[in-house]
């Protein structure tokens, strides 16, 4: 159709339209002005002083009685209404849904916590749509029980068969507060630590549950370390090597009948790194820190190393994937490093998300 017949009038029944693949679609009724000779208004009244033919209302007092809602359209009942593919789906749902948890410490306090929700689920070749706000609902029934890993497995086998579904995962994020004592000086602080639990229910009724934790610490260069020295010692030149912040990304996944707090993890990644960055800071603290820094140097391998040290000697672990990332002070791009345990058909050494990890 060229433009100059778009403002025409039409008067009479055209030829159907034709979709892409030439099947007949649905004749479109005839264009008709106003009386007025302007065009016809549909939500707004328009300036040609048309009137609109919807009316737009809420009713605040209608209630829906069991009849009503019975009538409700449901997508799950309609037949051919799959689009694309006629292939299952490995994981459908939602992501981003918040609500306060309460989650134990290993000293047996609850915690009151902003938690993240990711839940999903498998969806057969033949079938369209969830009900999403089922998976919402499974959450709320456990809202106010203290929430750790055997929760969460509880709550994705409850997810699994509200959903009616072959296999399901659940995946609670939160920012997690831990008070660490200054090095030297004596005060206290809060540390937030990114850090998530994860339950699998796999189609064979397999329970997977996994910790991730986000860590961050300084590592200081050893090459720049020497260099920084020799610079001293030969030409009497004040130097200082160059350090930055860094981040480590460890996820493990739990030995069943084993249980794992996200504050393990913590003390894994402080006994390996040694070098955490530090929440409140005088100048014996700051002198500290420079001092501990010196005392363990490390390469982007070295943490990548260590964290498996301290890993691969805790029974309560299967497996894990670790990833490191330092934020080069020198370079003007970041040094990286991973490893894996290497547990056959486990994780792998395949990170390759590395701009999650700046810090």
């Given at each position: 159709m060229h433009s100059?017949?778009?403002?025409?009038?039409?008067?009479?029944k055209e030829t159907p339209?034709?979709?892409?693949?030439?099947?007949?679609?649905l004749d479109t009724p005839p264009l008709k002005l106003e009386k007025n000779g302007g065009k016809k208004a549909y939500l707004f009244r328009n300036t040609d002083g048309a009137e609109p033919v919807i009316t737009r209302h809420y009713d605040h007092q209608f209630q829906p009685d069991a009849a009503y809602r019975a009538s409700l359209p449901d997508m799950t009942e309609t037949v051919d209404s799959v689009e694309g593919a006629n292939v299952a789906i490995q994981q459908v749902g939602i992501s981003g849904f918040r609500l306060p948890l309460k989650f134990a410490t290993p000293s047996g306090e609850a915690l009151t916590l902003e938690a993240r929700v990711t839940g999903t689920v498998s969806l057969q070749a033949n079938l369209k749509g969830i009900n999403m706000s089922r998976i919402i609902r499974t959450f709320y029934a456990h809202k106010d029980e203290v929430f750790s890993l055997d929760?969460?497995?509880?709550?994705?086998?409850?997810?699994?068969?509200?959903?009616?579904?072959?296999?399901?995962?659940?995946?609670?994020?939160?920012?997690?507060p831990m008070r660490v004592s200054a090095l030297r000086s004596g005060l206290e602080g809060y540390q937030y630590y990114s850090g998530s639990y994860e339950a699998v229910l796999e189609e064979n009724g397999t329970l997977r549950r996994f910790v991730e934790l986000d860590f961050v610490y300084s590592s200081a260069c050893p090459c720049s370390a020497e260099l920084a020295e020799h610079a001293r010692d030969v030409r009497g030149v004040y130097a200082i090597p160059h350090s930055q912040r860094s981040k480590a990304r460890i996820k493990v996944e739990v030995a069943p009948d084993t249980s794992l707090h996200l504050e393990d993890l913590i003390h894994h990644a402080r006994a390996a790194l040694k070098t955490e960055t530090q929440v409140m800071v005088k100048r014996e603290d700051e002198q500290a820190f420079a001092e501990l820094n010196g005392a363990y140097v490390k390469f982007v391998e070295d943490a990548a190393r260590l964290l498996y040290e301290q890993l691969i000697a805790d029974r309560r672990i299967h497996d894990f994937q670790v990833a490191c990332s330092h934020l080069e002070s020198l370079h003007s791009h970041d040094a990286v490093s991973v490893i894996a345990k290497g547990v056959p058909g486990g994780f792998r050494a395949d990170f390759n998300d590395f701009s999650t990890l700046l810090c």
């Open positions: 100059s017949d778009c403002s025409r009038l039409l008067t009479k339209l034709l979709s892409y693949d030439n099947k007949q679609i929760t969460l497995a509880q709550v994705v086998q409850d997810y699994r068969r509200d959903l009616e579904s072959m296999s399901a995962r659940v995946k609670v994020a939160f920012s997690y």
